[in-house]
């Protein structure tokens, strides 16, 4: 059985921070790159309640959030998750993910995710790792469907926006067993984006 404890993670000039009350400033900075708190299809705190996005983080049983620094810099340039955390059958999700505009498409989502997998599959002993994300951000399937990740299927009228819309939630899976050729093209991909 898991046990999802806090832990600082660093990999490639990302560290993964478990998310605590003094990085509420940095979260405020990081979603103003690019004022986030408009997109529709994910939730990104607006600057007025990086406290509380903080404080909802750290209440949730099965949840554990990280910080996502950038290690040169010591700047906070997003958040991800550990979430639906279910220890009897050695499962977690990865979500909650967002990152500054500054950081996307670069070397740091594909960083965050390795890590997160490694940890999960070769130091937790997880079975299976899930991602999910709004049945209209197109953007965010592709990137999970590039990670190797297996699509289970859609969860219809599912989940509230912030907007009072409820979406559709695209359902993905990575098996153990898949694990080895999903980490082989995470890394053939950093290698690429290094050359680049």
Not at 86 to 96: A, C, Q, S
Not at 145 to 154: I, S, T
Not at 157 to 179: C, K, N, P, Q
Request: aromatic share 8%.
């Amino acid at each position: 059985m898991i046990d999802v404890v806090p832990v600082t993670l660093a990999f490639n000039g990302v560290r993964l921070e478990p998310l605590a009350p003094h990085h509420a400033d940095g979260l405020r900075a990081a979603a103003s790159d690019g004022q986030l708190w408009n997109l529709r299809v994910t939730y990104v705190p607006p600057r007025e309640e990086a406290e509380a996005y903080v404080d909802t983080a750290l209440s949730m049983a099965n949840r554990q959030a990280w910080a996502v620094i950038d290690a040169a810099s010591g700047a906070v340039v997003g958040s991800t998750s550990y979430h639906d955390i279910v220890p009897e059958i050695d499962r977690v999700e990865i979500g909650f993910t967002w990152y500054a505009k500054s950081a996307q498409r670069s070397h740091v989502n594909t960083s965050c995710k390795l890590m997160l997998m490694r940890h999960a599959f070769d130091t937790l002993g997880c079975a299976v790792v899930g991602l999910r994300t709004d049945g209209q951000n197109f953007a965010s399937q592709a990137a999970i469907e590039r990670l190797g990740a297996h699509k289970d299927g859609v969860l219809r009228h599912h989940f509230a926006r912030r907007d009072g819309s409820v979406r559709d939630t695209v359902m993905y899976s990575i098996l153990r067993a898949e694990w080895p050729q999903v980490q082989a093209q995470l890394e053939a991909r950093l290698a690429h984006h290094a050359k680049a």
